[in-house]
């Protein structure tokens, strides 16, 4: 039974590209989130979807960030114009349904900046 | 916002020492996990509290949910050096409409000495 799967592991953009984010949930489960982790810091939390649906994206900067969960295929994080400080590892976590219900981790995309 | 403060930040113990971290909240959670981020991966789930006062063992690990529902703490009994990594809590409501944000604590590297 596959976990979270996230792509690309590390991506390294320079000031002014695109970075796009790829996460494909645990099998069965409709429900994304995308959490920032900033070197030395805990995980943050940016966005939530579910299929085809943003629930709730208060955590993620209102420009140049973007995310999506298409009816087929991954959810996409995606980062227009990236800066420096956009260098982070980016988690996404899937569960089987809202709130309580456990949220499982990928093993993150490492985005460096130069 | 909500605020987790974790101590300690580091730890480096000898192999066979028993360990002991917390967090504390500036408000209320109804529910506190701790995870385990090995380098270069993704949190995964140690332990879950759903109650004040909870105390739960998982193998060496106990983890206990504080009656204020303001903090919790994990023990590592008899360390080996695989406990290597960073821990975090995280603090989640299990009511209101952001009931799935997880709040994340800075983490705590634990370091062991074989």
């Known amino acids: 039974n596959a976990g979270v799967m996230q792509n690309p592991r590390h991506l390294v953009r320079r000031r002014g590209q695109e970075a796009r984010l790829r996460c494909s949930p645990m099998k069965g489960h409709s429900h994304v989130y995308w959490y920032r982790q900033l070197p030395e810091e805990g995980l943050k939390f940016m966005v939530y979807l579910q299929k085809e649906n943003i629930i709730d994206e208060s955590g993620m900067p209102k420009e140049r960030f973007s995310a999506e969960f298409p009816k087929e295929g991954p959810s996409i994080l995606r980062i227009q114009q990236v800066v420096r400080g956009d260098s982070a590892a980016y988690f996404c976590?899937?569960?089987?349904?809202?709130?309580?219900?456990?949220?499982?981790f990928g093993p993150g995309t490492r985005l460096l900046v130069l | 916002g909500q605020q987790l403060n974790q101590s300690p930040q580091s730890m480096f113990i000898q192999e066979g020492e028993d360990v002991s971290m917390n967090c504390t909240s500036s408000s209320i959670f109804n529910t506190w996990l701790w995870y385990k981020q090995d380098p270069g991966e993704g949190p995964v789930l140690l332990i879950a509290?759903?109650?004040?006062?909870e105390l739960t063992s998982n193998g060496r690990l106990t983890a206990q949910f504080g009656i204020t529902r303001k903090d919790s703490f994990l023990n590592i009994s008899a360390s080996i050096p695989s406990d290597v990594g960073i821990y975090f809590c995280?603090?989640?409501?299990?009511?209101?409409?952001?009931?799935?944000?997880?709040?994340f604590g800075k983490g705590t590297l634990l370091t062991v000495n074989p």
């Open positions: 509290l759903y109650k004040a006062g």
């Open positions: 995280a603090g989640q409501l299990s009511s209101g409409g952001s009931n799935y944000k997880l709040t």
């Open positions: 976590a899937s569960s089987i349904s809202q709130g309580k219900e456990t949220q499982y």
